[in-house]
């Protein structure tokens, strides 16, 4: 059985919720997945991961300093394997009076 890793950085719990989405959507396809926290993934072997997704919040137009940092201590490790990086976004309503959210172009 494949085994993916979904490690998640949060602000206000959305990423996490979102990544809890995609485990179940995962798991229905036969893999076994694990949600972590990025601040833990230092302590486990990766190596042992098929897959590896990263979920990040944007916070004032920036990552966490955690998730630039775990890229970079594991670019090598990240390239070997098939891997994903999913951004959750909020943008409060009250900011979008004055500013309209951000769109993909």
Not at 6 to 25: A, N, P
Not at 44 to 72: C, E, M, N, P, Q
């Amino acid at each position: 059985m494949r085994h993916v890793i979904i490690l998640y950085c949060t602000t206000d719990g959305q990423t996490l919720r979102i990544c809890e989405y995609l485990q179940g959507v995962v798991e229905q396809s036969d893999k076994r997945v694990t949600v972590l926290p990025i601040e833990l993934a230092d302590g486990r072997d990766l190596t042992v991961f098929d897959t590896i997704v990263i979920g990040a919040s944007i916070r004032y137009g920036k990552h966490s300093k955690l998730v630039y940092d775990f890229i970079h201590r594991h670019a090598m490790l990240l390239d070997s394997k098939p891997n994903a990086f999913s951004v959750s976004m909020w943008w409060p309503e009250s900011r979008a009076k004055t500013r309209p959210p951000p769109t993909l172009t």
